[in-house]
């Protein structure tokens, strides 16, 4: 015994030279590296030229943060200066030392440093007007704080072996690294930020400018509203986040909207960040706008170099906080012994409490400053993704975008992008665990000895552990992704289509598509989430197993166990457990992360259109506008089939050229290859001039009339009104509530086919171009409008313009100077109309055609002319109603103004819906009770709170069953002490595994059961519900919420009922230690909840709000690149690219502010909890001795050293914030629903109709409750088997009154009857599965012909042939490879738009319903198509009543009776010989233009 006391000794003296030489070395070194800058900055100043004073001219921000640095220097060094007069006065006192000296030296050094530092800031900042720190500063700056972190480690710890250690030096350690910190940042952020990247934001910036007709969406440009007073912050705000109480106390006293929430600062706001990152890329890509390769590693470059500066400053907080989080760990073990000893020293147990109290404090510090600096790097990293991707999407080729689907574009804009945002969250864990690990580890050395090794080598085996976990879940995770693509692609392209579905009844048998493919879908999301539980329970047990581990070596080895030892062990063991709990975590998230960026990846490697496919000629060219030279070009570059072959032709100045031909002929195509968006094979394209563009499939931006005609060009209102004028758009607009202000619904769902095309006519007419592409703009017109649209557009305004238009009406062609034949993909015939009308069969079957029909009508006029037979009583009839309708007319202007009259709610699309005040609580029950009625939420619990008894009871046991030091016998066996231990600990994890099992069971059902429900709703809604809800919005709650519903909620419920136990059992054990501890327990308690009350409101205002502001980013993502091709031919590239930066900034604003808002309430929890930690530190050292173990007191302060409200109120605010998409799903689970799909009382035959006779009685409809009647009290019959025309100008109500036919909207008032049945009696289902439609817009879905025709398999492949055939589409399907199984791509992109509305033609013929109606069905076919296509109807459907809504005349006389309609009513309806007869009639007018227009 007494050689071990003596071999002790000897190696405490050893301890105390070893350590007073590290000391001594500690301070040599560091005054030899301040004496090394303190003579390099000598030199600098005395080498200074001396300047004029220009500081004024620098940037508010630098001045005020460069003052700040300056008075810091100064300070410094004062008060190193007074260190080294008190260290002056001990050695006087208690004499020399080495220590003492070289001390000095170091305090000397240091004054004189940091006062040349102030000295060289005054010389180089005062005196010129430089905006930025220089290197030599910044990288001194940092070193120095991470030098002074070391110090105070290193110090802390000789003190505590050797307390002899002066006070002056713990000092020095602290101030340095509290000035320090504010270095560090100075240097990283103190400089005029917004001049690093103005020179980047020249395109923006012009752009910007010139916005003053509108774009005004949310989220305008900084400085049009107050900037964000974090920009302004002064140092107490901003270290206590303080800048953030204006918006906090708004939001407490009033519901806040986004114009309550400041701009973001310039350098963040989107066109800054997103210059930023584009410099970065395109340095490292240097191709990247010529449709170069990016890969993953050049994306994480560039995202990196963006944002170096937060991730180095991040970096820094991280270092300060984790070394921090260590200092409890070491020091519980001398707090227990100090407990313990019988000569207790006050000033070393106040010294204690106040390491303890200072390290929690800078934890909580460095903690708050750096998830807030997280947050806001996550919130750049958005804006770059979201902008770049963007950017990418206008200049796909039209091959890359059939090869990326829409669905696939929304999951890289919602999910994909807010996953690698989300990724700088968990950035610094990936260095930070082992770093964690080390440290830990270094304290187990410390206390336990070579048990450390056990301990390490036991957590390098859970670690290694993660390695096939990882790949596992990168592999679910990918094919999660992709059939989350899947489904997204089908669900886009459903909301689309319902209008088609509805009439066809198909809704329900889409919607179950959708179910199988997430049950494919949640397949894989099983495997990932059971995969992550199991990850979680390993790794939330790991620390259990280490501590078991490390335990046993112990009594195994005979290493004597202590409270003090273990005490400390548990608490290495509590830090360790965050870092390998936040391990699996940190894998998920890097395997979604790289999945994510493996996606935008590929989605930017896409191919670019063709750069330089057109050549701009020169502007001496005066002759020449247009010019193909060999043109050879092919949608498809991989296909042997070209698109457009041996293309020649010149177009002047000033000419018309119509181009036309039969269906799928190529005459699109060429009209895209002049606009370069079909790639090129070989030859050359020419332009000079500017050009504007009408596409034939009408793309209208969802936002007012107003703006979609002036698209970006200044409001002159006399061109404006003449082009209204031209357009015939006059009459619409007084129609609508709104005039031009009237908002159009997703891609114009609120207008008809024909407005749609005069408003982007009027769109190109007013952008005064050189020459105007025109295709096929008068097919979706009726006849009086197409007359007038020629004469006042093409041969009026357009006069002395180059026109190029397509068109089937061959009554437009002799007005043009150039005639193009187009058969196959060539030109076989180019001339004037005269010349090339004997030259070739082509055009003459096109013309002859016409001819024939035109024939036919002058026949029949002139055969009502001679008939005599109409007796007088049915002229007087016909006058007689004729005459009553004038009268309603005369009346209706009155009463229709009166409807006009109505407020802003009176527009069809409104505002999304944002739920007001705090969460109802019946969300949070409707979410934990819908799986299994909530029965397995008790288990979860119990099985939670058993976890934290067995947690608390296992410490207990293994530190009172162990002596306070190692001169006490153990009252415990070794073998007993872990035995039981062993047991208490797997008990913890059992409980572990049925929790995790069971919250993943339940969340995963619970999401399910919502998505079925919602999407049951959805489809289920009436058809108004689209008309006036974009398709973003539906589409953010099926991708966004629903992902949180399946992966986000459930854990962070199950991290909130973690939180809540690990409070109740932490402020147990520390108030078992004294009851009185509950006097500071509960006012704290309350303050915290006061804060939290205060807090809330406005948290969960903006969390609602970046819910809201998300949907329009991905509503103008997919509206852009559906009218890329427009945007880019009007050269709107860098305008649409400025309202998607502006939509990203209103997303930014709230997302920011939130952030700032949680980290303000997380400080002040921080706070007082410190604050109660301090009071139960106190007690404690304070408390007699004896009244309590040392072992349970020390139990008590490592409870406490984790001890706070915020990990409560933390996962309480999160949660809320995920449960927004609870809310916002079960806001789509409560939409009105149609009537039922089937009516079991009034089920009907199987052969109904038998005879389609069709009723309408007063028949009233409007879109909505809030709007205007569309159908005014329509009355009429359509007899059995006839065949009714309906005529009228656009916007008069026909295919509103096909709507009402097929219940799209409900009757405000009257009734439909078809073969004696009440329509409104039956199922939905069995009316429109028994009914026959071919809608104004020919769809097709993607996938192949024959799914398209009979997508549920009822056919055989002779009678589809038989259906191609009588639509004379056979003929061009033989000749494809596929046949039937040719691929339809999305939207049917690869098919022509006649090709479209015949295969729609050739789904009717397989049903040969009795009651079929064509709505303008064959609006964009030849006339030569048109006529067999009648012929083949009048053949096929001789016995079905046929309701046509035409456009060619020609199709309508040939009809058994005639409905006029003007304005929704029935103006005349007769056959059509009666009313020609009636030379004063609407339709006699009608006809007499129509003829007129084709003689002329």
Known sequence: ???????????????????????????????????????????????????????????????????????????????????????????YRYGWSDLKLVAQLDFTFKTLTWFVISAYLWIKFSHSCEHKFSILLRVWWVFYVLMSCSFLVIHFGLYWKHSSLQFLLRVSDVVSIIVGLFFCYAGLFGKEREDGYFHLLDPFLKISSSQNNGDDRQGSSVG??????????????????????????????????????????????????????????????????????????????????STWKEILWTTLLSIVCTLASYVGPYLIDAFVQYLNSPLQLNHKGYELVFIFIASKLIRCLSDRHLFFQLRKMGIRVRAALFAVIYKKGLRLSSQSKLGHTSGESINLMSVDVDRIGLFSWYLHDIWRVPVQVILALLILYNSLGLA????????????????????????????????????????????????????????????????????????????????????????????????IVTFGFCV?????????????????????????????????????????????????????????????????????????????????????NLTLKDINFRVYHGSRVAICGSIGSGKSSLLSCILGEVPKVSGAIKLNGTKAYVAQAPWIQSGKIVDNILFGKKMDKERYEMILEACSLKKDLELCAFGDQTIIGDRGINLSGGQKQRI??????????????????????????????????????????????????????????????????????????????????????LVSVHKKALADFNSFELKTDLDNSISSEENDNTLYCEKSFQDVEEREPQKYKTEKLVGTEGQLVQEEKREKGGVSFSV????????????????????????????????????????????????????????????????????????????????????TLFFNKMHLCIFRTPLSFFDSTPSGRILNRASIDQSALDTSIPHQFEELLISIIEIVGTSAVMSQVAWQMLLVFIPMIVICIWYQKYYISTARELSRMFGVCEAPIIQHFVESILGSTTIRCFDQEKRFMHTSLKLVDGYSRPKFHFSGAIEWLLFRMDMLASITYAFSLVFLITMLKGVLSPGVMGIAVTYGLGFSMHGLLWDLSILENKIISVERIMQYTCIPSEPPLLVEESRLDHEWPSQGKVDIVDLQVRYAPHLPLVLRGITCTFPSRMKIGIVGRTGSGKSTLVHALFRMFEPTCGQIWIDGINISKIGLHDLRSRLSIIPQDPIMFEGTLRSNLDPFKEYMDEQIWKALDRCQLGDEVRKKEEKLDSIVTENGENWSMGQRQLICLARILLKRSKVLVLDEATASVDTATDYLIQQTLRQYFSRSTVITIAHRLTSVLDMDKVLLLDNGLVLEYDSPAKLLDIKSSSFAKLINEYTRRCSS
Not at 280 to 294: M, R
Not at 481 to 489: F, H, L, N, V
Not at 600 to 627: G, R, Y
Not at 769 to 789: E, K, M, N, Q, R
Request: glycine share 4%.
């Open 1 to 91: 015994m007494d050689a071990f006391e003596e071999t002790k000794n000897d190696m405490n003296i050893w301890i105390f030279f070893s350590q007073s030489s590290t000391t001594i070395f500690m301070h040599g070194f560091s005054a030899a590296l301040h004496l090394i800058l303190l003579l390099v900055l000598s030199i600098s100043c005395v080498c200074k030229r001396r300047i004029k004073p220009n500081l004024e001219n620098s940037n508010p921000i630098f001045k005020k943060t460069y003052w700040s640095a300056l008075i810091s220097c100064l300070g410094l060094s004062f008060c190193n200066l007074l260190l080294f007069v008190l260290n002056c006065l001990s050695m």
């Open 224 to 305: 049009e509203e107050s900037i964000t007073p974090y920009v302004n912050a002064n140092l107490l705000s901003f270290f206590t986040f303080a800048w953030m109480d204006s918006l906090l106390a708004l939001g407490y006293n009033k519901t806040l909207d986004l114009e309550d929430v400041p701009q973001l600062a310039n350098y963040d706001s989107a066109e800054v960040v997103f210059a930023c990152f584009r410099n970065k890329l395109e340095g490292d890509s240097n191709t990247i706008d010529n449709g170069g390769q990016v890969s993953t590693l050049k994306l994480v470059k560039a995202l990196i170099l």
């Open 452 to 547: 450390s090794l056990v301990a390490f080598v036991a957590t390098l085996i859970l670690m290694l552990v993660n390695v096939p976990l990882g790949k596992l879940q990168e592999k679910f995770q990918g094919r999660l992704m992709d059939s989350k693509d899947q489904r997204m692609k089908v669900t886009s392209e459903a909301l689309r289509n319902m209008r088609i579905l509805k009439f066809h009844g198909w809704e329900m048998k889409l919607l179950a598509t959708i179910i199988e493919i997430r049950n494919f879908e949640t397949k894989w999301l099983k495997k990932l989430l059971y995969t992550s539980a199991m990850t979680t329970f390993a790794f939330v047990s790991a620390p259990r197993f280490v501590s």
């Open 556 to 640: 195994l080895r005979g290493i004597p166990l202590e409270s003090g030892k273990i005490l400390s062990a548990l608490a290495t063991f509590e830090i360790l457990k965050g870092a390998i709990y936040n391990l699996p975590d940190t894998i998920f998230m890097v395997v979604q992360t790289k999945v994510s960026l493996d996606r935008i990846t590929l989605f930017l490697c896409l191919d670019d259109l063709q750069p330089n496919i057109v050549e701009k000629l020169p502007s001496d060219a005066v002759e020449v506008a247009v010019e193909v030279v060999k043109g050879n070009f092919s949608w498809d570059l991989h296909s042997p």
């Open 760 to 845: 982007q006519l009027a769109r190109a007419l007013y952008h005064d171009a050189d020459i105007y592409l025109l295709d096929d703009p008068f097919s979706a017109v009726d006849v009086h409008t197409g007359t007038h649209l020629f004469k006042e557009c093409l041969l009026g305004i357009l006069g002395s313009k180059t026109v190029i238009y397509v068109t089937h009406q061959v009554e437009f062609l002799p007005s043009a100077d150039l005639i193009l034949v187009m058969k196959d993909g060539r030109i076989t015939q180019a001339g004037k109309y005269e010349e090339i009308l004997n030259s070739g069969t082509d055009f003459m079957k």
């Open 924 to 1007: 949070y029950w409707k979410y934990v009770t819908t799986a299994y009625k909530g029965i397995f939420v008790p288990l979860i619990s119990l099985a939670q709170i058993l976890f934290e008894l067995l947690l608390i009871g296992s410490n207990y046991w293994i530190v009172l069953s162990t002596p306070i030091s190692g001169d006490v016998r153990p009252h415990v066996k070794g073998f007993t002490l872990i035995f039981v231990y062993v047991a208490l600990t797997l008990g913890c994890s059992l409980c572990i595994f049925i929790r995790s099992m069971l919250v993943v069971t339940v969340g995963y059902k619970t999401a």
